[in-house]
């Protein structure tokens, strides 16, 4: 991926088609239509997309969302499009929403991943997350940090 190719944009309604489609692409979607569109709108979200360098003309590589609130972040999506993974695309993510984060006060960062869930668990760790609990959710594990 040639990173000057590429752009993190806010996420607009008319995003919503591609970044379904790499919902639907996971084992496990996990979030609706609905869902992505109340949380553009609450007041302590962000929600960003990474695209190639046309900009809204470009398909959606992979999107990121977030709230911050207080001094406290929290990430609650983070998905790279199959077709793109191992390029460094949730690497630039995760460096935006830290960077972006940490701009406006942040000082605790949180966020949950599933245990089966090895590349994220890899990318978190590489920017310094530490595992401190397990919750467990109709009988499956659920370490988060």
């Known amino acids: ?12 309604l008319k995003d919503l088609e591609d970044i379904l489609s790499i919902e639907d692409s996971a084992s496990l979607p996990l979030w609706s239509k609905k869902m992505f569109i109340e949380e553009m ?18 398909p959606v590589f992979g999107y990121i969302c977030f709230r911050n609130m207080a001094q406290e972040s929290e990430l609650f999506n983070l998905w790279v499009h199959p077709h793109y993974r191992q390029e460094g695309i949730g690497k630039r993510l995760m460096q935006f929403y830290i960077d972006f984060s ?21 990318l978190y760790h590489y920017f310094s997350y530490q595992a401190f609990g397990m919750r467990t959710i109709k009988g499956s594990s659920m370490p988060f940090s």
């Open 41 to 58: 709108k609450h007041p302590f979200a962000f929600c960003y997309v990474l695209r190639g360098e046309n900009g809204s003309m470009s």
């Open 102 to 122: 940490l701009r406006m006060g942040m000082k605790t960062f949180y966020l949950e991943v599933h245990s089966s869930n090895a590349s994220a668990i890899h």
């Open 1 to 12: 991926m040639e990173w000057e190719k590429v752009t993190i944009q806010k996420m607009e």
